[in-house]
């Protein structure tokens, strides 16, 4: 019979974070409970009410406590240009590292039909109706140059297309800094195909 | 068991613990296998680009149990990367042999096979009849093989100017009307076409509805997702 039944809750509830194995979950859960029980208290408070509060944005699906994110809410954000990225870490990725000023829709996931994620659990009926208003004269596809994302980029640049919007997507190839002969083949091969004309 | 610099493709990935990919591979002389490519998604693994769908690589793995432990993957060649159409039937292959293959069942000529298809998905060929070969050598290949050669009970040739229910469990059986058949009627002429693998535009559409039928029929209750992205 288990003698402590809460001690061993806390250490199974603490390896539903990701990279926490069992070693590491016993670790937390003693630290803790000899040295930092208010922290502890502290984080669980606000675990349950982010939990609670915390829901998708209703016009880009990305992460907000209110009804619209910061973004999709914001006056100076140019509504004609829409980026779509797989996941919100996406969103912060590109607000850190470009002057974007346009709106984004995240998908949360990309197509896999052998996972069951099709396009209905991307909300995909959702950003065609976005697309049908008119509002967009520019979607941008920013999924990851993986093949479901090249799939999902496919799939974007279809139904863009039907509604006669211009489709844009990021350039992917030799990372700044790196050298040729250290790239991979595949990436080199993309990079290649995807050359710019620099003549004017 | 130990095996090195085997060719193989990888159907699927997904993410498996925290750094970890869990493969689902199409070996030539193993069939399909489960791989666990350890810390695969961690930024410095070597293996970061290279465990995608559609390349051709030489693999190695220890096999203990269901799942093999993956230990060697290295880029056989670079084929240009499969686009727009071709990609989503890439993705529809794939899912085909996931279903039809069972783990550790060897399958040469379906890993041929599909090796060329890879090539020709690639080189921009036209897709449409490639698929409907494949599909057709596929099933051959697991035991669920199309009956092409005569007429269902087997006393007379197929027609090319007649017209027929295919039946999964016996073959083509002659209709004089669509009335008459509770499936769309396939003309002789499309199922000699797909015996033969010299499909031409007009048998398309009845061969495409045909096997899409078919495979539905073998796998049971839970269709293939793909399918809902071809429309
Ligand atoms: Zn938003």
């Known amino acids: 019979m288990n003698e402590e039944p809460l001690l061993e809750q806390l250490i199974e509830a603490l390896r539903c974070l990701p990279g926490v194995g069992p070693k590491s979950a016993q670790r937390m859960a003693f630290h803790v409970l000899e040295r930092d029980r208010d922290s502890a208290r502290h984080l669980s408070t606000v675990l349950s009410k982010a939990c609670d509060v915390i829901g998708h944005c209703a016009d880009c699906r990305n992460f907000t406590e209110l009804e619209r994110c910061r973004i999709c809410a914001s006056a100076s954000r140019d509504s004609s ?8 870490s996406d969103v912060i990725a590109i607000e850190r590292a470009t002057g ?48 479901e994302g090249e799939a999902t980029a496919y799939y974007l640049q279809e139904m863009a297309s039907q509604q006669e919007i211009p489709v844009t997507r990021i350039a992917h190839g030799v990372p700044l800094g790196g050298e040729l002969e250290y790239i991979d083949q595949s990436t080199l091969a993309m990079a290649f195909s995807s050359r710019q004309s620099l003549s004017r | 068991m130990r095996i090195l610099e085997e ?25 399909r296998i489960g791989a666990v490519a350890r810390g695969a998604r961690s930024a410095k693994s070597r293996w970061r680009n290279r465990l995608q769908p559609f390349r051709p690589l ?21 084929l240009p990367p499969l686009k727009g159409e071709a990609l989503m039937c890439g993705l529809y292959v794939n899912e085909l042999l996931i279903r039809f293959l069972h783990r550790s069942d060897p399958h040469p000529g379906v890993f041929s096979a599909y090796q060329a298809l890879v090539g ?30 005569h007429e269902a009970g087997g006393e007379r040739d197929l ?44 048998q ?18 839970k269709p293939l997702a793909s399918h809902d992205l071809f429309r």
Not at chain 2, 12 to 27: I, K, Q, V
Request: proline share 5%; aromatic share 6%.
């Open chain 2, 58 to 78: 030489l693999v190695g793995w220890n096999q203990r149990g269901e799942l093999g432990t993956l230990t060697g993957a290295e880029e056989v060649a670079t």
């Open chain 2, 204 to 221: 398309q559409r009845e061969l495409k509805l045909l096997m899409r039928r078919l495979i539905r029929y073998h796998l049971g209750d």
């Open chain 1, 81 to 88: 240009q829409l980026c779509v990225v797989e996941s919100p």
């Open chain 2, 7 to 31: 060719p193989a493709f990888v159907l699927h990935a997904r993410a498996f613990r925290e750094t970890s990919l869990l493969l689902e591979l199409l070996t030539r002389e193993h069939g």
């Open chain 2, 120 to 149: 020709s998905l690639s080189a921009g060929e036209q897709i449409q009849p490639l698929l409907r070969v494949f599909e057709r050598d596929l099933l051959q290949d697991v035991g669920l093989g199309l009956q092409l050669d």
């Open chain 2, 159 to 202: 027609d090319p100017a007649t017209h027929y229910e295919y039946l999964p469990e016996s073959g083509a059986v002659p209709r004089d009307n669509q009335a008459d058949s509770a499936h769309p009627l396939v003309s002789g002429e499309a199922l000699i076409a797909l015996r033969t693998g010299q499909i031409n535009d007009s």
């Open chain 1, 100 to 147: 974007y000023r346009g709106k984004y829709f995240v998908l949360l996931g990309r197509l896999s039909p052998i996972d069951g994620i099709g396009p209905a659990e991307l909300g995909l009926d959702q950003l065609k109706a976005r697309l049908a208003e008119g509002e967009v004269s520019e979607l941008i596809i920013a999924t990851n140059p993986t093949v």
